[in-house]
T-cell receptor, first 112, second 117 residues
Framework: DVKVTQSSRYLVKRTGEKVFLECVQDMDHENMFWYRQDPGLGLRLIYFSYDVKMKEKGDIPEGYSVSREKKERFSLILESASTNQTSMYLC???????????FGQGTRLTVV | AQSVTQLGSHVSVSEGALVLLRCNYSSSVPPYLFWYVQYPNQGLQLLLKYTTGATLVKGINGFEAEFKKSETSFHLTKPSAHMSDAAEYFCAVSDGQGTGTASKLTFGTGTRLQVTL
């Protein structure tokens, strides 16, 4: 089975902190994605990566950055956390043309 | 640009009743369509997908969906609801366009299914 593992299930951070969300996949997928999920808005794509060190902005990249130094690992970085970044963050891998993406269990981030 | 509309943010059915969750999409090219399910405090799990070929697609847990190009729809059905089906369901579309091999998904806003006794 494909496994996508996010490093934390729950996080509480203070406004202004730099926050790292980590995601690891074990299926040698080229593509990895970060989404945020908010009630009534569904999932929105923040960033994705289609190869090591390659990244592309999604629909809502403002306030975020990403890093992909190794194929299996994709990190989401909140440079200076703000309360409006309180959300559920979902990492996914796979998602090539006409194939599905596999999701991690999510990280619920609260910024206070 | 692609988009997905899920009609009804909440749907309630009795156990044993038909489940119908609606999804309409917009895409400038032939789409790839997906249904995902999310149980409380979990990630998303694929239920089924349509890429090409047969328009009636069968998935896990007794769910199926039919791609109707003329109606731009991909509604999800299950003949008989079970308590364990209570979850949130997301429809997603991909137009196959992307960078490298990546194909971006656009999700609907989700439908929460409640199953009552």
């Amino acid at each position: 089975d494909v496994k996508v593992t996010q490093s934390s299930r729950y996080l509480v951070k203070r406004t202004g902190e730099k926050v790292f969300l980590e995601c690891v996949q074990d299926m040698d997928h080229e593509n990895m994605f970060w989404y945020r999920q908010d009630p009534g808005l569904g999932l929105r794509l923040i960033y994705f990566s289609y190869d090591v060190k390659m990244k592309e902005k999604g629909d809502i990249p403002e306030g975020y950055s990403v890093s992909r130094e190794k194929k299996e690992r994709f990190s989401l970085i909140l440079e200076s956390a703000s309360t409006n970044q309180t959300s559920m963050y979902l990492c996914a891998s796979g998602g090539s043309v006409n194939t599905e993406a596999f999701f991690g269990q999510g990280t619920r981030l609260t910024v206070v | 640009a692609q988009s997905v509309t899920q009609l009804g943010s909440h749907v309630s059915v009795s156990e044993g009743a038909l489940v119908l969750l609606r999804c309409n999409y917009s895409s400038s090219v032939p789409p790839y369509l997906f249904w995902y399910v999310q149980y409380p405090n979990q990630g998303l799990q694929l239920l089924l997908k349509y890429t090409t070929g047969a328009t009636l697609v069968k998935g896990i847990n007794g769910f199926e969906a039919e791609f109707k190009k003329s109606e731009t729809s991909f509604h999800l059905t299950k003949p008989s609801a079970h308590m364990s089906d209570a979850a949130e369901y997301f429809c997603a579309v991909s137009d196959g366009q992307g960078t490298g091999t990546a194909s971006k998904l656009t999700f609907g806003t989700g439908t929460r299914l409640q199953v009552t006794l």
